[in-house]
Every structure is written in structure tokens, then in C-alpha cells.
């Protein structure tokens, strides 16, 4: 049995499943023990120092305390203390984005996914150039600044060339006052030189899920293709960090395995970039299983209820404080809004999971990877989180002006958000709301960020702020950053 090692590059030793066994005893056995958990608590709380307040953030046994924990008042206190640590790191920002479907070929046999190779009646699609900047377009006219990619496993149809393709078409395009400014791509495990030539393409985040952490589910999930090799998919970040991508963004996909497994072999995946490359995951998304055209969500017997699935949550919030966390509109608007007060610092809006879903009317079917649960346009999401007092931002400043991996962390840590990242996040806005937005949402828009602008600390950065939105108002001079 491998010998778990947090620094080792082999899957088996830093994602052990002895380790997580070990875990998982440990936590039912401390579950009610209350002088344990309040211990916890505490170090995770955030906590003053030189700099402002920092986080110690807790390790996988740690956390896994918490999570099995059901005392109503403790369980109460960490959806406190989540969202505490949130508003410390990440303030009351909420970073949109949109995913965008290049294609659906895939030569994978994921058991969950709609596009696996033996699904013979989905449609299948691969957008041209010409279909992807219609694509494009249309999401720059919905007033959308960073994009998720998304396409199957397949070296003939989808070769990394063709991604490399699409991104530097996504760059290039710019229609009225719109711009695409970061690309995220999620796109299956490949090569360290791959990773390479994405980094040098502009990528922002490389995203890739490890659907299950437990190895012998994961190899009888993902049964036939490249994607069964568990080794190397779960390798695949120290390719990407290898080959000079500082960005990563982690997940499982819950409902195919026990969630408490994953939410443990999860941590132990950021300790292990952590120790290796002095820098954790950029982002944590927190998928869950959905119905789509050939997947009943119901032959799966991991499915998570939202109780659950907001403990997780929050659990990851607290332990891993400066990860940025991503929820889809998988999820319904309720769960959705719930979760932002959990800790969750990204959404996706008015998301379309077919290829070419984007430029078509009515929301296409036929080659959707999952039913989405949120179907409401941008408009209204960005209206919403306002009302509930979050600013949307649609900021890509860090990555442009080279703050990522552990320079972006240290930004987190430094307290100096709120003369940064608040002041974009407001600019954006305002950039949204002039070019896209309806009147009911710039009166609603206009009114918070004027009252956010309130909150910036430094008066040299506040005048500046100011100054610049009152440009983007009067002007076409967009992309102001600090
Ligand atoms: N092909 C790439 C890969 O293998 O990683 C890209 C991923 S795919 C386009 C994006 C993600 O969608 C997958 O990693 C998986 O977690 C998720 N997914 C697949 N089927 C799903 C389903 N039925 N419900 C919800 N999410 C699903």
C-alpha cells in the first residue's frame, strides 16, 4: 500500500487512500467532540496581524472534523465563520463568468457525461472559427469578460492546436465596447508541453476536475479512453504548474462518490500543490451531477442533498481561505444564493452547455452537456446579486497585470483588496451597466457601486475610481485597472 507523502509527484502517495481512510475514521470518531471542534474553529478563524488579518486555513483531517460534525449550533457557526472568511478575502465581490462549448467529440467512456464515445444519438458539433466568433459575440453583447472553454477529449477533432486556435480568435475579437480579457480553459489532462503552449496562448486558470479522488470508483467511472488512466489525470496539475501555469482550479464532481472521501482527497490535492510549488489552487469548483441526455442522476447512489452539498461548502471555505470558489448554474437560483453566503466568490450567468448554444434562439438540447438549473439571462443575475448587496465584477486585472499564483495570494493576504480588487470590481460594473444593462439594472447598479466607492480606504485610489467611472459613463474609454 503507497505510504502517503504530501510532496511526492505520485498519485498514490499524495492523494492516499490509506491516508483518507485514516481521515475518515479520525473525524467520526472527534465528530461530537466539542473541545476538539472549538479548537479547530478558532484556528481557522481569521485573526489580526502586521499586515491586516490573515487565515491559517486547516488541513485535510482538520476539516474533515467539521465536516462530519452535526451538532446544529456548530454547524451554525461554521456557515459563520465561512462567510466571515469570505468577506475578510474576497469582500462582498462576486466574479462572473461564462462557460463556452468548443465541442462535444469526445473519445472518453465517462460514465456520467452525455458526450462519452458510445452515445451514439447526441448531436455531435465542433464550432468553426467563423461559428465560435459568432459565439463570442454574442456572449460580448451580453457584456461577459472571462470564459470558461469547454470541449471533449478527442486528438483528431479537438487537437490542442485547435484549442490554441480558438483562444487567439477569442482574443482578437472585439464588437462595440466588448472584450474577452481571460480565457479559463477546461479541457482534459494532457502534456507538460501542452500546458506549455496553452500558458504562452493567455490562458488564466486551467481547469480540471478529478471527478472522484477514489481510485478504483474513478477507473470503473471513466472505463475506456485516455481518460481512464487515473495516474495521469491525477498528475495532470503538476504538468500544467510544470509547464508554467500558475493558475489551477480543482473539483469533484459530487454524486459519484461518498462526498466525504472527496471533500478529503480535495484538500489533500491543494496541500500537495501547496508543498510542492509554494502555491495552492486558484480556484475550487464544487460540481454536482446532473441529468443530461443520456445521464439518470438517480442510477448514481451518491447524490448529495443541499444541506450537504452548503456544508461542503462552507468546510472548503474554511480551510482553504484564499481559494477562489466556483458554483455553475447547475445549481438553482436558491442554492445559488445561499452558497454565496458560504463562501463561493465566482458564478457563472445566463451559461449555455451546448456548442454553439450561445448564437441559437431557443436553448438547444440536443447536445447539451447537462440540464441547467439557473436559466436566467445576465441581466437578471447581476441585478439579483445586487439586490442581495454583492457586487458583480467583471475584473480580470490580477491575471493581466501578472499577479497569479503565489503573487495573487499574497495580494489576498495583504489586505490591500480593497484598495485593488474592489475598486475594478466597481469599474466593471460600471462598464456592464453602461453597455448592457437594462435601466432598472443600472438604477440598482449605479446606487451600490456609489455606496461601495464609500469603502475605499486610500483617498488618492478612491478619487481615481471615481474619476475613471465618471469616464467610462461619459465615453467609450473602457478597461481602467489598478
Ligand atoms: N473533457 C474534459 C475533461 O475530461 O476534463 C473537460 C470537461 S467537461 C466538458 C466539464 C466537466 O463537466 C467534467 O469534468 C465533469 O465534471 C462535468 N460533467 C460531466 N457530466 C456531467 C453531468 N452529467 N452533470 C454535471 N456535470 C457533468
Known sequence: MAQYNVKSLKADEFISDSEIRATLEYAEQNKNNVALIDEILEKARPKKDGNGLSC?????????????????EKVEEMYRLAEEIKLAFYGNRIVMFAPLYLSNYCVNGCVYCPYHLKNKHIARKKLTQEELRQEVIALQDMGHKRLALEAGEDPVHNPIEYILECIDTIYSIKHKNGAIRRVNVNIAATTVENYRKLKEAGIGTYILFQETYHKESYLKLHPTGPKHDYDYHTEAMDRAMEGGIDDVGLGVLFGLELYKYEFAGLLMHAEHLEAVHGVGPHTISVPRLKRADDIDPDQFDNGIPDEIFKKIIACIRIA????????????????????????????SGASRTSVGGYTEEERPHDSEQFDVSDQRTLDEVVRWLMEMGHIPSFCTACYREGRTGDRFMSLCKSGQILNCCHPNALMTLTEYLVDYATPETQRVGFALIEKELEKIPGEKVKAIARQ???????????????
Open 56 to 72: 491559517k486555513g486547516l488541513s485535510h483531517r482538520e476539516a474533515s472534523v467539521l465536516l462530519a460534525c452535526e451538532i446544529p
Open 320 to 347: 482553504v481561505p484564499y481559494t477562489g470558489m466556483i458554483i455553475s448554474t447547475r445549481e438553482s437560483e436558491k442554492v445559488r444564493g445561499e452558497a454565496l453566503n458560504m463562501g463561493i466568490s465566482q458564478i
Open 468 to 482: 475613471n467611472i465618471e469616464d467610462i459613463k461619459a465615453s467609450n474609454r473602457r478597461d481602467f485597472r489598478f
